[in-house]
């Protein structure tokens, strides 16, 4: 797991921490790095990141997936159990935590407020989720990179395991998490405004010459300005949070590289880590809160009619 020693080369090392452990499905035959692994089609662990690319799309990123639901309920339980906490002890001082997490709340509390101004009862829930939610799949970027997955190695008794740990460097997690919010929108929007208001809104703007056999030739110029733009909307959501984080990744692997690499470059390599890792905080908080104001941005968009434009 570790660059240092010659047990691997440094582009072996990033490989390795920059490859899921997904489970899918492979053909008898598949051959890992020259071995044989697979010798009748079936469900299977990759061994090696090109058997990994031969499962294709079926396939499961075990560790993204687990680290998430994981992380999701540990913020399940924590806001759960503070709540409980607080009303059960009306009368007593308020804890540290139960005052970090109030003041998380009143600003997520103000944020939709300030952006989105209908009546609909589940955005503010839905923004505190999002905004919690991904900044502790982010927050796991600040753990050592090879911390987690030496302890992985050490439990599973495999050295060369594949563990990643932060779970928005995996664009499945982030875009899964977008095209979420993409669907919401979809069904909101044709909620408010009809399935033909809906329609209207991609076929007659932006360009509407109040008559009907000049729009006749806009609407396929509007249909195509606007699908573009509503389709953008998940994969720009989405490839924003997984390119900041996955950056970010990749900074403290080539850092953690810098430590087998003598006694100059290790010691260098520890303020920069420190530094890095202070800026980040910055960064991940910030990926968080950007990935949410823009749903509820977006949530505003579906929830406007057009005679609120």
């Not at 598949?30 to 690319?53: D, F, I, M, P």
């Not at 709540?83 to 970090?100: E, F, I, Q, R, W």
């Not at 998490?177 to 009809?194: D, H, N, P, R």
Request: charged share 10%; with cysteine; hydrophobic share 55%.
């Amino acid at each position: 797991m570790s660059a240092e020693g010659g047990t691997q080369t440094s582009s072996e090392y990033i490989l390795h921490h920059l490859t899921n452990l997904t489970y899918g499905k492979l053909e008898a035959g598949t051959y890992c790095e020259g071995n044989q692994v697979v010798e009748q089609t079936g469900w299977t662990l990759a061994h090696c990141s090109s058997a990994a690319k031969e499962m294709g799309f079926t396939a499961i990123h075990v560790d993204s997936m687990g680290w998430s639901i994981f992380l999701g309920l540990v913020f399940a339980w924590l806001f759960t159990s503070v709540a409980k906490k607080a009303s059960s002890t009306v009368n007593s001082a308020p804890t540290g935590l139960h005052n970090a997490l109030e003041m998380i709340i009143e600003f997520v509390d103000g944020t939709v407020n300030d952006i989105f101004h209908h009546k609909n009862k589940m955005i503010a829930p839905m923004a505190l989720t999002i905004f919690v939610w991904i900044f502790f799949m982010n927050l796991m970027d600040l753990f050592p990179v090879d911390w987690l997955p030496h302890a992985a190695a050490a439990i599973t008794g495999d050295p060369h395991i594949y563990f990643k740990v932060v779970p928005t460097t995996d664009p499945n997690i982030t875009l899964g998490m977008a095209f979420t919010v993409f669907a919401l929108m979809i069904f909101f929007s044709i909620k408010e405004k009809g399935l033909m208001g809906f329609v209207k809104e991609l076929t007659l703007h932006p360009f509407n010459a109040g008559v009907w056999y000049v729009n006749i030739i806009l609407i396929p110029i509007n249909l195509v300005l606007e699908s573009v733009s509503l389709i953008a909307k998940p994969i720009s959501l989405g490839l924003r949070l997984f390119g900041n984080l996955y950056a970010g990744e990749m900074i403290f692997i080539l850092i953690a590289i810098m430590f087998g690499a003598g006694v100059v470059l290790g010691s260098l390599a520890a303020v920069l880590q420190w530094a890095w890792a202070v800026f980040h905080i910055l960064v991940i908080t910030l990926q968080a809160f950007v990935f949410m104001v823009l749903t509820i941005v977006y949530m505003a968009m579906a929830h406007d009619v057009e005679e609120q434009h």
